[in-house]
C-alpha cells in the first residue's frame, strides 16, 4: 500500500543488489569518487553542475546525502554505485514530488564504465524499487536531446519518450531544450514481458484497412528516428512519392508479422521502366520486439520477393552515427557503393 510522505519525512533506502551492482546509500567516503567524476568533462557535459567541481562541494553533497536514509517528500536524494566488490563507480539519483506519488530519477556513471550495461541495470533496479516498494504513479527523467547514450538507458529501461520542451534547462548561462521521459508501472511491466528469442513463424502481410491501424501504430525508441523515419512520415512518403530519374517511385508495403502480432514493416521502391533497381526503402522493427533476429529474416524475405520479381540486387541506404543500422546491413552482405544520396550513405547486396 502506498504511503504518503509530509515534508518532514524521508523514505529508508536499504541497498539494493543486482547481478553486478550494489546500490547503496552515501557515505562520506565516496566524496573522492564524486569529486573525480563531476570534473571529467566528458561526464559533466550534458549535467546540472558548473566546472571546475570543488572538493568542498562534492564533500558537501555526500555529507547531505549520507545524512538522510532515503528520498524525501521534495528535492533530491543521491545513492552510490558501486561494482560487486565494492569500488563507487557511480551515482543514482531521485526526486520526488506530489509527496512521494511521482518520482524523477538522474544517474551518473565514471567514463571508464560507459558502455557496460551498468547504467541500465542501476536504473532498472531503482524504478523497479519506486514503483513496485514506494508505490508511486509516475517515474520521470529529464534529458539534454544530444544526450543520445543517456537517453538510450532510458528507452533500455522501457522509459517513453514523451515530448520535447524548448529553453527550459539551465546550467550557469548556458540554456537548452529539453527531452522528457516517462514511465509507469504499466509500461515497465510490459518491457519486462515483451517476447524473447526468435518468433516460430514470421510472414510478410499486405498493409490493408484491415492491419493499417496496427502498422500505424509501430514505434521504434526516439533515439532511433533518425536513422528509421516513424510511421506517419512513411505513410507521407508512401502517399506522395518523390520523383526519382523523372518519374515518381512505386512504393511496396508489407507489415511483418510474428507469431499472428504485427511487429515490423518493410517498403521497397520496386524496379520499374525508370528504375532500375528496387531499394529497401524502409525497414521498422518495433521497440518492443527489437533483438529478436527479426531484421534478418525480414530481409530474407524481401529477398525472396525482389529474386521472383526478376531482381538481382537490392539498395538500401542508411545514416551514419551512434545507433545507426550500419553494422546490421553490412553483415547481411550490403557493400556501400561509395555514393552519398541526401547525406546517406548508398550500399547495395547482390541477389544472386
Known sequence: MHTLLTRSDHLVFNPIRTERLLIRPMEPADAPALHA????PEVARYQDWVLPYGVEQAEGLVAAMAAHPGPAAKGWWMATVCQAGGEPIGDVAVGSSAQGRTAEVGYTFDRAH????????????LVDWL?????????????????????????????????????????GDEVSDDWVYGLLHSDREGW????AGAPAELTLVEVTTDNERDVFRLRTHKTQEEFVAPM?????????PEVVDGAPVVPWMRAVVADGETVAFVMLAVTTEHHSEPFLWRLLVDRLHQR??????????VSEE??????????????????????FYLSYGFVPTGEIVDEEIEARVSLV
Open 37 to 40: 567524476r563531476r570534473n571529467d
Open 114 to 125: 560507459w558502455g557496460n550495461g551498468y547504467a541500465v541495470e542501476a536504473v532498472g533496479a
Open 131 to 171: 514503483l513496485d516498494d514506494v508505490g508511486v504513479i509516475r517515474v520521470t527523467a529529464s534529458i539534454h536531446p544530444d544526450n543520445r547514450p543517456s537517453a538510450m538507458v532510458l528507452e533500455r529501461t522501457g522509459f517513453v519518450w514523451e515530448g520535447q520542451t524548448r529553453m527550459t534547462h539551465w546550467v
Open 192 to 195: 519486462k514481458a515483451r517476447p
Open 232 to 240: 506517419s512520415d512513411t505513410f507521407a512518403d508512401a502517399l506522395f
Open 292 to 301: 529478436r533476429g527479426i531484421g534478418r529474416r525480414v530481409l530474407d524475405l
Open 306 to 327: 525482389c529474386r521472383a520479381m526478376g531482381d538481382k540486387t537490392l539498395l538500401t541506404s542508411w545514416v551514419d552515427g551512434k545507433g545507426s543500422p550500419a553494422p
